[in-house]
């Protein structure tokens, strides 16, 4: 089976799992996503170690899936937003663990801890704030979130395609040689294509201001995968996993998400 094919296949039932859970309820979408998260934080800790850093397994597991929850709970009005000062504890209780760890390194151990929780776990756990609490649930309840995946998945396809068949122009060559400008400009056009197109339906937003959020998602999304690449080229690898078969890993697959996400909610909460 070709990647192609592989990739096509995977993507199918990715797209199923996350509408799915999107439109059964916020806590089905929170609790696939909390896996998601730990499944990150996961493949996040293999490539630290390709580059000689050990984080503390379990005590950053720990502390993700509580940094992961108490988001959700307050972004979904479960918990006061005073239940968020406890973060103010998490890096003297990393450096507290390293005391007691025979590992080399301990500060920059506990800044990969730390950087794993803010830039895997917090941001997946933001996607919970897109949610209109305002609406039913169902596809209006979850607009702005099935839009951002929506725009962001098209993007990435259109990108894909054009890339493949005109990119000549490289964008970042040294950090990632396969994206080229014409697979930006025409992920870009199907990108807000998108935006304009489902305005009509979602209606949470108007047509501009879906243009807008598709803007940050394209720019911040691209970012993203940038970023992760930069990753993967630091420690010397081809994906970041192989959980997902023609995709690679949970960070392979959700790079551009990662760092869109925290941008996009800022503007959908201004916006609402």
């Known amino acids: 089976m070709n990647n192609f094919i592989k990739r096509t296949i995977t993507g199918a039932f990715f797209v199923i799992f996350i509408i799915g859970s999107v439109l059964l309820s916020p806590w089905v979408f ?49 918990l006061s937003p005073d239940y968020l000062k406890a ?30 929780i803010v830039w895997i ?16 649930r169902g596809w209006i309840h979850g607009g702005a979130l099935l839009g951002f995946f929506l725009i962001l998945w098209i ?6 395609i054009v890339g493949s068949i005109a990119g000549k122009r490289k964008m970042l060559e040294r950090i990632s040689p396969g994206k080229s400008w014409e697979g930006f400009a025409g992920g870009t056009a199907a990108g807000l294509l998108t935006a304009y197109m ?14 807008l959020i598709a803007i940050v998602i394209i720019i911040f999304g691209t970012l993203g995968d940038l970023i992760e690449s930069m990753l993967k080229r630091s420690a010397g690898i081809k994906d ?31 916006l609402r």
Do not use: C, Q
């Open 240 to 270: 970041s996993g192989s959980l997902l078969p023609g995709h690679g890993g949970i960070l392979d697959r959700f790079d551009a998400v990662l760092v869109a996400a925290p941008f996009v909610y800022l503007i959908i909460t201004f």
């Open 155 to 160: 993007y990435d396809s259109g990108a894909y």
């Open 198 to 211: 489902i305005s009509a339906s979602f209606l949470e937003f108007s047509s501009l201001e879906w243009m």
């Open 121 to 136: 776990v917090f941001p997946l756990a933001l996607l919970s704030g897109f949610f209109n609490p305002a609406a039913d």
């Open 87 to 116: 973060g103010i504890v998490i890096v003297p209780l990393l450096l507290i663990v390293e005391l007691f760890r025979n590992k080399g390194n301990p500060f920059r151990n506990v800044a990969a801890a730390m950087l794993g």
């Open 30 to 78: 929170a609790s696939l996503f909390l896996l998601v998260s730990v499944a990150g934080m996961f493949e996040y800790f293999r490539v630290m170690a390709r580059l000689d850093l050990y984080p503390a397994r379990m005590t950053s597991l720990l502390v993700s899936v509580v940094v992961y929850a108490g988001v959700v709970s307050v972004l979904t009005g479960l």
